[in-house]
């Protein structure tokens, strides 16, 4: 079975701090995306990634930079947090393919900024 | 603003009754997926449908991808307590290549 593991499941920080959130998946997948998940907005695009070293903004990234060193790892990274991002991130992976397959999540990671 | 977008959000049904909800996109679509998301889990991928006007059925669940490729239904039939959850439709744009989540969902059931 497709793995996707985020680090942290729950992370408490203070406005301004840098923030890491980390993802790998272990099927070799190409494609991989960083989610975030409000009540009544669904799941907004953040950035996602179609190969190592490669980045594509997704519908909100603002505020967000990401980094792809790894095929198998995609991180998600808030230089300066802030209290409008509170969200649950979503990481999820996909094999290879324009129209792209089906996505794979990890369990999420729940960040609360104060 | 959303691209996706997805009614009703919230939809109360009665064990054993049948129930819709719906997908529309104001660009049209190369595909489109269904996810499913218990309380307290992760999306999970259900369906994807490709073709314009494809009919798709996984036991009860009935999925639909319009004519025109810019709308979509997933349709459960006597609605069990393990339907319970909240139900994405997901579309892939032709004109960026994003993958755009409509809001959900949300069934819950009365026994």
């Known amino acids: 079975d497709v793995k996707v593991t985020q680090s942290s499941r729950y992370l408490v920080k203070r406005t301004g701090e840098k923030v890491f959130l980390e993802c790998v998946q272990d099927?070799?997948?190409?494609?991989m995306f960083w989610y975030r998940q409000d009540p009544g907005l669904g799941l907004r695009l953040i950035y996602f990634s179609y190969d190592v070293k490669m980045k594509e903004k997704g519908d909100i990234p603002e505020g967000y930079s990401v980094s792809r060193e790894k095929k198998e790892r995609f991180s998600l990274i808030l230089e300066s947090a802030s209290t409008n991002q509170t969200s649950m991130y979503l990481c999820a992976s996909s094999l290879w393919g324009v129209n792209t397959g089906e996505l794979f999540f990890g369990e999420g990671s729940r960040l609360t900024v104060l | 603003g959303q691209q996706v977008m997805q009614i009703p959000q919230y939809q109360h049904v009665q064990e054993g009754e049948d129930f819709t909800t719906y997908c529309n996109s104001s660009t049209t679509l190369s595909n489109i997926q269904w996810y499913k998301q218990r309380p307290g889990g992760h999306p999970v991928f259900l369906i994807q449908?490709?073709?314009?006007?494809e009919v798709k059925k996984q036991k009860r669940l009935t999925f639909q991808f319009g004519e025109a490729k810019k709308n979509s239904s997933l349709h459960i039939t006597a609605t069990q307590t393990t339907d319970v959850g909240t139900y994405f439709c997901?579309?892939?744009?032709?004109?960026?290549?994003?993958?755009?989540f409509g809001a959900g969902t949300t069934v819950t059931v009365r026994a």
């Open positions: 099927m070799d997948h190409e494609n």
């Open positions: 997901a579309g892939f744009r032709t004109n960026d290549y994003k993958l755009s």
């Open positions: 449908l490709v073709k314009s006007g």
